[in-house]
């Protein structure tokens, strides 16, 4: 009779890059994997699958074998309007591709290893792998544990040293291509979004802003938490223009660029 017990799925957060954001419980859960599993998306974001293989080989004890399996991350449809339909639906596919690569992969293991996936910063802000160890879960038993992460925009407010909200004010946390509809809507409304954590924002879509609240304050930070860390702060309307700058010099010196920023409201 084969054995149908369930498959042990770790889904851990490993904060924003540095190995000393990773918690105490992030690394015991990561001394226990037996196999990480890791996107690959090839070219200069190899830089990301070795800051990952640093962190293994640094909490893991020499006398745990384990296994690092890169896969190769399914090509996603062409572009579209993230707010459509068929941008919706090229999501799901791609989510499917990837889960169907997973399940291959986890079938062939021993039915004892523990399979683990390290999350950039906390796995429950804007990203796919619960999702994706859900639906690994509607193909084989899985038995999952899912740890929490520093996330970038915590990096972010202790790099500057700040509180992200102000006395008794929410704190929006919102994606680029959101930043101006939301704030435009809750400007109208007289609704007070307080700071607005914006992640996943390559356009820097914060410049559309100025022309109407310049004296809004940004606090800005790429690679936060990483050796390469750079920031910036100040009125928006006098720095916009300098983190643009700064912003595709980076991409062009690193190949690759992870930003996160918080607006806060004159």
Request: aromatic share 6%; hydrophobic share 45%; net charge negative.
């Amino acid at each position: 009779m084969s054995d149908t017990s369930p498959r042990r799925i770790h889904v851990i957060g490993i904060g924003a890059g540095s190995p000393e954001h990773v918690t105490a419980e992030a690394a015991a859960t990561i001394a226990e994997v037996d196999v990480f599993l890791v996107a690959d998306k090839g070219g200069v974001k190899d830089e990301l699958v070795a800051v990952r293989r640093a962190i293994c080989d640094r909490f893991i004890p020499a006398d745990h074998g384990y296994e690092f399996v890169t896969v190769p991350d399914p090509k996603r449809g062409p572009d579209a309007d993230r707010d459509s339909a068929e941008y919706a639906q090229g999501v799901r596919d791609w989510h499917a591709a990837r889960t169907d690569a997973y399940v291959r992969i986890i079938e062939e293991l021993p039915q004892e290893a523990v399979v683990g996936f390290l999350v950039w910063g906390d796995p429950a802000f804007y990203d796919s792998t619960i999702r994706i160890v859900d639906a690994i879960g509607e193909q084989i038993a899985t038995r999952v544990r899912v740890i929490p992460g520093i996330s970038a925009f915590q990096t972010l407010a202790a790099a500057h040293g700040i509180v992200l909200h102000r006395v008794g004010e929410p704190v929006h946390i919102t994606t680029g291509r959101r930043l101006v509809d939301e704030w435009t809507r809750a400007q109208a409304a007289g609704l007070e979004l307080g700071t607005v954590v914006v992640m996943l924002d390559g356009h820097l879509h914060c410049r559309e802003l100025v022309a109407t609240h310049p004296d809004t304050v940004i606090h800005w930070g790429a690679y936060v938490g990483m050796p390469q860390q750079e920031l910036r702060s100040g009125r928006l309307a006098d720095v916009v223009d300098e983190i643009v700058e700064l912003r595709a010099r980076l991409r062009e010196t690193h190949g690759w660029v992870m930003d996160v920023y918080a607006l806060t409201p004159a």
